[in-house]
């Protein structure tokens, strides 16, 4: 697929590595990051790899910086701006709550109303969702996050079904546990809270984000093929082995019991490993 891409999020991680690589490749490739000094850092890198990138600030929570984005012609987008906050859902602060959802959700979507009718105007386009397997299912302590990527899945189903008669298609990539630092600092956002530590039902400084994680190598390929348009699924859960276990999963709702009152193990988890753990 040929035209110009917008990846949002891209001063670090996922984004970053996708947008050099897209534009590696000779791509026209806008790179939107949150904060102005990450700007001439990505342009740094960019120059280092030998690569041509435009680099912009993009904060989608900024209608000011959303307004300016829709100035831009993209033919694709890749929703990959997001932030992760850790703790039980009885101990997060109002604000960070907020905060959670305004990132992940209210941001990207009202950034992707502009664009989805400028694509509309010319009948062709494609949106993409950097999602999660936390939009699928749910694991302890990761309940904000979850319930963002949770909103992010019905959005984007959504638009799907809204937008296919003007030929726009929509996929999401959803990732499951994958070494890139994005986890585990989600399992230190307790330090920025500015609320009474003696009031939290948790001491988070003895959890951890309880999966041992991947290599994001086969993120950064799968991204790029369903932005190129070398992949026709409208769902991408990696890696491919979590399939069966996240279906088990989604399906036990329909037989799931009230608790009997033990830690579940995946809390007991949290507590027993080690930061940044790799599945090898």
Do not use: C
């Not at 932030?83 to 101990?91: A, K, L, Q, R």
């Not at 959504?158 to 499951?176: R, S």
């Amino acid at each position: 697929m040929a035209g110009t891409f917008l990846i949002t999020g891209a001063g670090t991680g996922f984004g970053k590595e996708v947008a050099l690589r897209l534009a590696e490749q000779g791509y026209e490739v806008i790179a939107g990051v949150e904060v102005i000094a990450q700007v001439n850092a990505v342009r740094a890198e960019a120059r280092d790899r030998q690569v041509n990138l435009r680099v912009e600030k993009l904060d989608v929570t900024s209608s000011n910086d959303r307004r300016n984005a829709w100035s831009w012609d993209v033919d694709v987008l890749l929703n990959n701006a997001g932030t992760s906050e850790g703790g039980s859902t009885v101990d997060i602060p109002a604000d960070h709550l907020r905060h959670q959802f305004e990132v992940n959700v209210f941001g990207p979507i009202l950034l992707t109303q502009g664009f989805a009718k400028k694509m509309v105007t010319r009948e062709s386009g494609k949106i993409v969702f950097m999602s999660s397997v936390a939009g699928l299912t749910t694991d302890p302590f990761t309940g904000a996050y979850s319930a963002s990527k949770h909103a992010v899945e019905a959005f984007a189903d959504a638009l799907d079904q809204e937008l296919a008669e003007f030929g726009i298609t929509v996929a999401t990539i959803n990732p499951g546990p994958y070494l890139t630092g994005f986890n585990d600092t989600m399992f230190e956002t307790w330090k920025t809270w500015g609320d009474d530590p003696s009031e939290r039902l948790f001491d988070y400084a003895k959890l951890a984000f309880p999966h041992e994680q991947y290599d994001p190598e086969l993120v950064f390929e799968t991204t790029m093929r369903v932005l190129t348009g070398q992949e026709e699924m409208y769902r991408h859960v990696l890696p491919r082995e979590m399939i069966p276990q996240m279906k088990e999963q989604v399906d036990s709702v329909w037989d799931r019991r009230l608790n009997d009152g033990t830690r579940p193990a995946l809390v007991q988890k949290a507590y027993d490993i080690a930061p940044y753990t790799s599945v090898s």
